[in-house]
């Protein structure tokens, strides 16, 4: 099994970045929400 190099992990950073500030996510998870909120998001 083959390893991502240093610059695919930046691309699939940055494409996840990208898609969850257009698109988002909702959270359900009650504490995961309180820790969260906790932290300013």
């Given amino acids: 099994m083959q390893g ?4 695919q ?3 699939l950073q940055q494409a996840t970045e990208d ?3 257009t698109t ?3 959270v ?3 504490e995961l ?3 969260a ?3 300013g998001a």
């Fill in 4 to 7: 991502l190099s240093s610059s």
């Fill in 9 to 11: 992990i930046e691309q």
């Fill in 19 to 21: 898609l969850l500030a």
């Fill in 24 to 26: 988002g996510f909702r």
């Fill in 28 to 30: 359900q998870h009650p």
């Fill in 33 to 35: 929400l309180r820790l």
């Fill in 37 to 39: 909120t906790a932290a």
